[in-house]
Structures are given as structure tokens and as C-alpha cells.
């Protein structure tokens, strides 16, 4: 079945260290991908997006994601983490339109950031 | 540009009341989403709108919850009658096209 997977519930890094939160989908063709981040108490916020182009994308607060064909794989990243950064991060995929028209979002990874 | 708005941002009820939650999408934006959040089964979409247009509600739990969207600017999502089970956090979420997903600050139910 088609679905998009975030391997890791929980990852905690140190203040500074880098960061990779993975997710993977599977889907016949290349679906447009996104990064949403949820802190505390409030709304999803959209970190970035991959339609098409280059696959190493820019997004705000610092941070980046690279897609890769081969693998199916969106991975987010961030060279050094701030303490700010703790929250929960979803991965969603479009699904190309012969799997419905909705958006399709991971289970969701908690960050901790440890000082 | 305010965002997605949505009112009230907390609202406690005791069981049997009748429930409405307001959305005011982004500004141009022409669909709307309503979506429900808890711990045990994550985020769900519970219905969608385009240009107005309900589109598919099968996310939608009962008969107890219904929404509209009476003009481009406003939508609701009414509980009639609530229960304790829904409680959750509700979101609103506007787009220009169906994938890219812009969330209000979503409102916390307590069913007591």
C-alpha cells in the first residue's frame, strides 16, 4: 500500500550537532514532498517543499532536505541544531493522481535538543 | 498576510452541547481542509472543501460532525451532539492547490 514512513519516533541531539530526520514513501512516480514543523501547542508550520528541479531543496529556519529517486527518501536536515528546533516534524507527501489528490503525512518524529 | 485564522483556540464543553469551530482560510486561497489531531491516532483529515464545494467528507467520524463552507472566507465545523472521545486539537488548513497546506494555530476540545 502506498504510505510515507518516518523510521524514528523520538531522536535527540545535542545543541549544535547536526540533525537528519528521514522519511520515505512509496509511491510508483515522484510525488511533491513537504517538511511541516509542529512546536508545542501550535499549528503545523511548512518548512519546505520538492516539486521538481534540484533535489537538494532550501527551507527556512536554516534548514535543507535532499530527495533522493533512488532511495524514495525526503531526508531533512540541519547543520546545528538549536534549542528552538524541539518540536514535532512531519513528512507529507502528493501523491501523483492516480492515488487520490490528498496529502499523505508521516507518523511524525520528535526532536529533543539536549544542552 | 494574518494567516489561517480559527476560533475559538480552546474550548471546554460538557458532553451533549453542541460544538462550532470558525476557519477563516488564507485570502485567495480556493481549498480549505479540516483536520483532527490526537495522540492515539495522529493527524486525520476529517473533510475538504474547493471553491466552496465540500469535496470529500469520508474522513468525517459520525453523523454528529458536519461543516460548511458558506463563502470564500469562512467555514465551520460543527459537533451536535459532542462526546468525551472528541476531544482533540482541530485544525484548519488552506491551500491555492490541494498539496501545499498552509495551518491556522488549531483549537483545543475538552469534552467533559
Known amino acids: 500500500a502506498q504510505s510515507v514512513t518516518q523510521p524514528d519516533i523520538h531522536i535527540t541531539v545535542s545543541e549544535g550537532a547536526s540533525l537528519e530526520l528521514r522519511c520515505n514513501y512509496s509511491?510508483?512516480?515522484?510525488?511533491?514532498l513537504f517538511w511541516y514543523v509542529q512546536s508545542p501547542g501550535q499549528g503545523l508550520q511548512l518548512l519546505l517543499k520538492?516539486?521538481?528541479?534540484?533535489?537538494l531543496v532550501q527551507g527556512i529556519k536554516g534548514f535543507e532536505a535532499e530527495f533522493k529517486r533512488s532511495q524514495s527518501s525526503f531526508n531533512l536536515r540541519k547543520p546545528s541544531v538549536h534549542w528552538s528546533d524541539a518540536a514535532e516534524y512531519f513528512c507529507?507527501?502528493?501523491?501523483?493522481?492516480?492515488?487520490?489528490?490528498?496529502?499523505?503525512f508521516g507518523a511524525g518524529t520528535i526532536l529533543r535538543v539536549k544542552s | 498576510d494574518a494567516g489561517v485564522i480559527q476560533s475559538p483556540r480552546h474550548e471546554v464543553t460538557e458532553m451533549g452541547q453542541e460544538v462550532t469551530l470558525r476557519c477563516k482560510p488564507i485570502?485567495?486561497?480556493?481549498?480549505l481542509f479540516w483536520y483532527r489531531q490526537t495522540m492515539m491516532r495522529g493527524l486525520e483529515l476529517l473533510i475538504y472543501f474547493n471553491n466552496n464545494v465540500p469535496i470529500d467528507d469520508s474522513g468525517m467520524p459520525e453523523d454528529r460532525f458536519s461543516a460548511k463552507m458558506p463563502n470564500a472566507s469562512f467555514s465551520t465545523l460543527k459537533i451536535q451532539p459532542s462526546e468525551p472521545r472528541d476531544s482533540a486539537v482541530y485544525f484548519c488548513?488552506?491551500?491555492?492547490?490541494?498539496?501545499?497546506?498552509?495551518f491556522g494555530p488549531g483549537t483545543r476540545l475538552t469534552v467533559t
Open positions: 507529507a507527501v502528493g501523491p501523483p493522481m492516480e492515488y487520490g489528490n490528498k496529502l499523505v
Open positions: 488548513a488552506s491551500s491555492l492547490w490541494s498539496y501545499e497546506q498552509y
Open positions: 509511491y510508483g512516480a515522484t510525488p511533491y
Open positions: 485570502s485567495g486561497h480556493d481549498y
Open positions: 520538492y516539486f521538481s528541479g534540484d533535489t
